[in-house]
């Protein structure tokens, strides 16, 4: 094409006034220089189509196809600008009223347009001065290719358009699809056992409305809890249906789950709403089970003793760090239907126990008890009562508390090199014990049963040596063990050393010993580690376990362990074994099983090779 | 059909040499060493969070595995002078570029096969479900797949390897930051740019488990907008 005849000058002008003045409208804003712009805007783009139809009138053959192509694009797009003026301030000055309140469907209509418009009118146009700039020197004009380039601006203007609206079609539905973990727990073994153990009928009223979803799933927990379990009823009800039942058990909205055994009545909130229900019903097992406990047992009475430096004991002196409290652990035992009570010389200990003692707890004290109050809890055992011991490397010498229970402590720092749990990533951690070696005393129970999954974690732990002579009847049994691997690190540097022995070190013990006149007779369970029930480290499964299995064997109710069920997500405990186990596994394995294949494919195939031609081109 | 029998022969290509297999090799290397270091963290995390992280992590690697596989398809061809080869032979334009991309698509899906076992890993140690780890795959093959598709419009427009890869890194940085020019700029332009972010506003949802139509919808239009573009380059020969 002869340049003097190319349009390309014009196109650029038309583009660039085009886009430049719906970039300098949005900036002008309003007013006056909103309309300079406009106008001008509207006058240049004017001027442009009527050059374009003048030289479309001169032009003759192959040029005047040319121009009358981009001609048709710069018209095209001057609709779409009109479209556009039409709804801005100064349309609605000069049509008397805004398009979107005088017609709102054209409004609707000329918004989606007007982009469309510009994409058909400004792409077809690159492409079609392209194809002519290519042919800038020819000396005839080929139409055909600018046709071709034509078309191609206007297929893929149209599938941008196509696109842009599919997308918007798309976003309008909202359609979800949620993959992510959710199911509603099922009725776990203590639970069961639970409700298989009652001896008088426990009624439990769902109130949901019909084909409410989170009801649904609450009603076939209850369904599968009830099987082989005759005293549990279980009822559902339409709070709005039904509102003076709802009222006489006391509830005024849907969505509630109440249990009731006579007087004693407990209510349990799920909500109607499945997204808000979730983490109510992941845990169900554990709400439903702490609501059966309250209505379904007696209350029992736990004794904390305090005045020795115990942990939750107060507050940390001046310059000290304060260690973690038992908070989460008085509140598993409260989830228990079991009170809280603190037992010092104040409430009593210098004389004897209280009668309603179900169990008597020591948690990491840090001072040596009165000879008084060890007189009080020997003869507190003597009479069959059950002590809770948790103890610490660092503590005083406890050789007067555990003595009576055939044990000695050796208040020496464990640890272990090979299996531990990372903390700080420093050669500390090697204190952190981690071990899922337990026996099958029925204290462990749960943890037995759960095994490798359940490890329980004890953050510098002492140990247990049984007495070469022990009272006679005591039955000691070691429920929990430390890794094989653990050693006595006397000089505390984390490091094996000469007489440092690796042995599986006793952790916990369970004792107990018949009492003439007393049922179960005398129970016991000393830890080398009061870490173990601490906050932050009682989250963890084992050692959630391990608190409720000693507080069941302690209370008699042993028949009840089992593991709660929980379908909520939990943190993975990653032990150094496992660190090392998964880094070979992520980083070298994969990637070398990869290269292996690789290796073997390509080999063989070099093996079998191209075959070469006899001699003399025989074939 | 003649876009799978250039898929065949492709496929073949990359499974011939070693190069592959080595390109998948150091990307899982480096992706497991992700997912040691910052995935599985030194805390203990919940299943679902290192999940997460690592379908995070994973995004990343896959829009680079993209860039790598697709600089070859076209602009190897044209580097090495057989593309009138193809052009020549009976088969349209619009088999070539996707027959390409089918080889390009099914070794990106070699590659993220092979990543399967850090998430099945989690899978054992913690609680997740299986829907989790198939949303989040499926997020990284659309991921995959419209990155690899503009990979091939990269390739398309360049004359060497070198070139695609750079012109693809542009395009595919451009729309990830597509987030940031939605941040600055106002209404309807906003909406328009945060639509079109290739990561920030459609692939998280997939990292937790969540499939929203509008988010597959985007990732299959702009591979289909791409490759139609690809398409587009390799036919303007006719007028160019």
């Given at each position: 094409m002869n340049p003097r005849g190319s349009s390309l000058v014009l196109s650029l002008v038309f583009a660039v006034v085009l886009v430049g003045g719906l970039v300098l409208e949005r900036i002008a804003g309003a007013g006056t220089a909103l309309t300079a712009i406009v106008v001008a805007r509207t006058v240049l783009l004017l001027a442009v189509v009527g050059w374009a139809a003048t030289r479309m009138a001169q032009a003759s053959g192959g040029r005047k196809v040319l121009w009358r192509w981009a001609l048709?694009?710069?018209?095209?797009?001057?609709?779409?600008?009109?479209?556009?003026?039409?709804?801005?301030?100064?349309?609605?000055?000069?049509?008397?009223?805004?398009?979107?309140?005088?017609?709102p469907k054209l409004a609707v209509v000329s918004q989606a347009l007007f982009p469309a418009l510009l994409v058909l009118s400004l792409l077809p146009l690159a492409l079609l001065e392209a194809s002519a700039a290519a042919m800038a020197r020819a000396p005839v004009l080929e139409t055909e290719r600018a046709h071709g380039a034509l078309f191609s601006g206007l297929g893929t203007a149209f599938v941008l358009i196509f696109s842009f609206s599919a997308m918007y079609v798309a976003t309008q539905l909202d359609k979800t699809w949620d993959l992510s973990y959710f199911r509603t727990a099922k009725p776990g073994e203590s639970t069961r056992k639970l409700i298989q153990g009652l001896n008088e009928p426990l009624q439990v009223t769902l109130f949901f409305p019909p084909a409410n979803e989170v009801g649904e799933a609450v009603a076939q927990y209850f369904r599968e809890l009830g099987q082989d379990a005759p005293q549990l009823q279980v009822e559902r009800l339409d709070q709005a249906v039904e509102p003076s039942r709802a009222r006489t058990l006391g509830v005024s909205t849907n969505g509630v789950v109440v249990f009731s055994r006579g007087e004693q009545r407990e209510v349990l909130t799920v909500g109607l709403e499945i997204d808000r229900a979730r983490g109510q019903l992941q845990r169900l097992d554990q709400e439903v089970q702490k609501r059966l406990l309250t209505v379904a047992r007696p209350r029992r009475v736990l004794y904390l003793t305090t005045g020795h430096g115990e942990r939750g004991d107060g507050k940390a002196a001046p310059g000290e760090t304060p260690r973690p409290g038992i908070g989460q652990l008085k509140e598993l035992m409260r989830a228990q239907n079991v009170e809280v009570q603190p037992l010092g010389v104040a409430e009593g200990l210098g004389s004897e126990v209280p009668r309603d003692a179900a169990v008597v707890a020591i948690i990491g004290p840090t001072k040596e008890f009165l000879q008084e109050e060890i007189n009080a809890l020997r003869e507190y055992l003597n009479k069959g009562g059950r002590l809770w011991l948790a103890l610490e490397p660092e503590g005083p010498s406890y050789d007067a508390l555990v003595e009576p229970l055939g044990v000695r402590y050796v208040n020496t720092l464990l640890a272990n090199d090979q299996v531990y749990f990372r903390a700080t990533?420093?050669?500390?951690?090697r204190a952190n014990l981690a071990t899922a070696a337990y026996s099958s005393h029925p204290s462990v129970s749960t943890l037995a049963s759960l095994g490798g999954q359940a490890p329980v974690a004890f953050l510098g732990s002492g140990a247990f040596e049984t007495r070469s002579n022990p009272q006679q009847g005591l039955g000691l049994d070691v429920s929990v063990r430390a890794h094989e691997a653990t050693f006595v690190d006397k000089n505390r540097n984390f490091t094996e050393d000469e007489g440092e022995d690796r042995r599986a070190w006793p952790l916990v013990m369970a004792i107990d010993k018949p009492i003439q006149g007393s049922k179960e007779g005398?129970?016991?369970?000393?830890?080398?580690?009061?870490?173990?029930?601490?906050?932050?480290?009682?989250?963890?499964?084992?050692?959630?376990?391990?608190?409720?299995?000693?507080l069941r064997w302690l209370t008699g109710e042993e028949a009840l362990a089992g593991a709660v069920s929980s379908e909520e997500d939990v943190p993975i405990q990653h032990t150094r074994e496992q660190d090392v186990l998964w880094f070979y596994a992520t980083v070298l394995l994969a990637p070398a099983v990869v290269l292996g294949v690789g290796f073997f494919v390509t080999r063989r195939r070099g093996k079998r090779g191209p075959r070469v031609a006899p001699e003399g081109g025989a074939r | 059909m003649k876009a799978l029998l250039i898929a065949r022969r492709e496929i073949a290509g990359y499974l011939r040499t070693l190069s592959g297999y080595i390109i998948v090799a150091v990307i899982l290397a480096v992706n497991g060493l992700f997912f040691n270091a910052f995935a599985l963290g030194k805390a203990a995390e919940r299943s679902a969070t290192v999940l997460s992280n690592f379908f995070y992590y994973s995004s990343g690697f896959t829009i680079v595995a993209s860039v790598f596989i697709s600089m070859r398809l076209l602009a190897e061809e044209r580097q090495a002078g057989t593309l009138p080869l193809l052009y020549s032979s009976p088969v349209r334009d619009r088999d070539i570029v996707l027959g390409k991309y089918l080889a390009g698509l099914a070794f990106l899906a070699v590659y993220l096969l092979c990543t399967l076992y850090m998430p099945l890993l989690v899978m054992v140690h913690g609680k997740v479900s299986v829907g989790h780890i198939v949303?989040?795959?499926?997020?990284?093959?659309?991921?995959?797949?419209a990155s690899l598709a503009v990979g091939t419009f990269g390739s398309a427009l360049a004359k060497n390897q070198l070139m695609a890869a750079i012109i693809t890194a542009c395009m595919l940085v451009a729309l990830i930051l597509c987030w940031l020019l939605a941040r600055i700029t106002e209404q309807p332009l906003s909406s328009v740019f945060s639509a079109l972010s290739l990561w920030n506003q459609h692939f998280p949802p997939f990292q937790a488990g969540l499939v929203h139509l509008r988010d597959v919808a985007y990732y299959l239009l702009l591979t289909y907008v791409a490759l139609?573009?690809?398409?587009?380059?390799?036919?303007?020969?006719?007028w160019r």
């Open positions: 048709l694009c710069y018209v095209v797009g001057f609709v779409g600008l009109l479209l556009y003026t039409a709804q801005s301030e100064l349309g609605t000055r000069l049509l008397g009223t805004a398009l979107s309140q005088s017609s990533r420093q050669q500390s951690d005398m129970r016991a369970v000393v830890m080398g580690d009061s870490d173990a029930l601490a906050d932050g480290v009682l989250p963890n499964l084992g050692n959630a376990y391990l608190a409720l299995d000693t | 949303a989040g795959y499926a997020g990284l093959l659309l991921l995959g797949s139609f573009a690809a398409t587009r380059v390799l036919e303007a020969r006719r």
